[in-house]
DNA sequence: GGGTTGACTGACCGATCGGTCAGTGATCTA
DNA sequence: TAGATCACTGACCGATCGGTCAGTCAACCC
């Protein structure tokens, strides 16, 4: 039996274990753990139901194997806003375009992990989101405390609870896009750059009329073209 | 053959029908569609398998019964918005927090509904959470634009997406809330009081300090959004 | 009383599930 | 050339799946 896990070279690519991890990824983000059989796998990898098991010890070290691969080379794009020294907003509305990107082009990942959500009665599920998120969640959230620190934003902030609301807008933009879609007063369910946008400016200014400046509509992000 | 539906009298509620329904829901809510099989159903419901399909004319069906059930009392607490003449922070702030509870409380349906939005390729799941939500969240959205119309509220604000932002933090709260619990920054994954109260004040107020200068904001546009 | 109806059950069905195993053929080494 | 290792396969396993069916039992109708 070959290595079980999938540590071992990502270069070959063409070879069965890694159409096996390829297929696997696709079912179980489409229909979830329970709704995949080895031989549905087994068939879009174009290999035979045995031939799984050689290379995977079970269904569960198949589905492990899955997430693992999913979660690695998640190499988010914090460096935007831990890097410049651009105005904070700027800098936020950037982290948050490039999030909601990454997040929508990931999009069998992102099921992925959607799906690992809501099995939460298993430790397993929490500990590994957990070990994915943490780390990434707590610069966030440094770097939104930095920016608070220096008068940035306001004194009574959550940074924690900022970066919840960043996230969590992004993330249910995701899942409910489809429903959005079906809403005629949405406008934005199509459209992820404006999303981004108007959530950012709310975030930043929120929604009452306070200082009420005249020229108030949401624009696109300084000189950068958007991709 | 009784009944299938589950249109008939909600009266009993200690017979059989009734019992299969509930143990379907709490098992569909807690391990999925295809995790679940009618065997451990018909054995939290106390009956024997073969009665599960007296009642109810397939797996399918049962499921189905169990959305309808789900959807059905769905009885939200609009009207906390509409009927009073309180200013629009404070009505908007008590919706927040009882919509908030209720997605709690309810948690068994929530999870339905979440496990339903990324069922997304059947055509039912949009088109029943379509009729089940769209009809709230029209109404929402026009309780928005009425208080942005009588200056209440900025007035380049799209409703629509102040009501996406509201449900959506809510939801994500709902989802990511063990996971948040996790994290040494969050204070307020345990107290969804506070949650709700923050993500009010953001909301309406922003995060900027109260005399950030528009320019040092995501500029201002002129012209319409490309696209 | 006999007959009907409806709730309910144990036994059973074919299909499919996750997983095993003996073997095949190619490649490498000594 | 013999042997070892490798990826890989078809055939098979017991268990469980969703679903069926003949029949039991109690309640009601005449």
């Known amino acids: 039996m070959p290595q079980a896990s999938s540590l071992s070279s990502p270069l070959v690519g063409n070879d069965a274990h890694h159409r096996i991890l390829a297929a696997a990824e696709d079912l179980f983000a489409e229909r979830g753990y329970d709704a995949v059989s080895i031989h549905a796998i087994a068939t879009r990898a174009g290999v035979c139901k045995a031939n799984v098991f050689h290379h995977f010890t079970s269904k569960n070290t198949l589905y492990i194997a899955v997430l693992r691969q999913a979660c690695r080379d998640s190499d988010e794009n914090l460096h935007k806003l831990e890097g410049t020294n651009l105005p904070f907003a700027e800098r936020l509305a950037g982290f948050a375009r490039e999030h909601l990107s990454h997040v929508l082009e990931r999009h069998k990942v992102s099921r992925l992990i959607q799906r690992e959500m809501l099995h939460s009665d298993s430790s397993r599920a929490q500990e590994m989101a957990e070990k994915v998120f943490g780390d990434k969640f707590q610069r966030l959230v440094a770097v939104i405390r930095e920016g608070r620190e220096q008068g940035e934003l306001r004194a009574d902030v959550d940074p924690a609870m900022v970066a919840t609301l960043l996230i969590g807008a992004n993330v249910f ?55």
């Open 173 to 227: 933009f995701f899942e409910a896009r489809d429903l959005l879609r079906h809403f005629p007063d949405v406008s934005f369910a199509a459209n992820p750059e404006r999303y981004s946008r108007h959530l950012v400016d709310i975030l930043l200014r929120g929604i009452l009329p306070a200082g009420t400046p005249e020229k108030t509509l949401v624009k696109p992000a300084v000189g950068k073209s958007p991709t």
